[in-house]
């Protein structure tokens, strides 16, 4: 048995740990934050982006068991991720339609409201749950799909 190499595995590691050192790096450069921090902050920063990430695969992953064919997944990715963008403009422009940056994962995690406010609990909420039921909904449809043909 062949045994794997741990970068073959992991094949970005060590550019994602650049880049944290990096970051980090740069908070000790240009802010008043301590090292303990510095990492804090870089921790929460990358740990939302990974958040959001989660929200927008499981949407990914639920357009894949949907669709018939690949060809249009991509534009209708961008379109998702353009309208939740949208759709959190018009939540801070338009007060009536506040609402509505509630279901915008990337107002989320806009870094001044994440380094005060960090990701609310109704937040947190929604993507869990839009984590849930659109996984949930890929597993339905990918067990309905005859595969096998």
């Not at 379109?79 to 940056?101: D, P």
């Not at 990701?119 to 993507?127: F, H, Q, R, S, Y």
Request: one cysteine or more; proline letters at 1%.
């Amino acid at each position: 048995m062949e045994r794997r190499n741990s970068n073959e595995c992991f094949p970005f590691r060590n550019e994602k740990s650049i880049l944290w050192i990096t970051t980090i790096i740069g908070y000790l450069s240009y802010s008043d934050f301590s090292f303990a921090d510095s990492i804090k902050e870089v921790t929460i920063f990358y740990s939302s982006i990974l958040y959001i990430g989660c929200v927008f695969m499981a949407i990914g992953v639920f357009l894949s068991a949907l669709l018939k064919s690949s060809r249009g997944a991509s534009g209708i990715g961008m379109a998702i991720v353009f309208g939740t963008f949208i759709l959190g403009i018009m939540g801070i422009v338009i007060e009536k339609l506040s609402f509505l940056s509630y279901l915008s994962p990337i107002e989320w995690i806009k870094t001044q409201k994440l380094m005060t406010e960090g990701i609310k609990t109704e937040e947190w909420v929604i993507g869990i749950s839009m984590i849930v039921i659109f996984y949930f909904m890929a597993y339905v449809l990918y067990n309905r799909k005859d595969l096998h043909s």
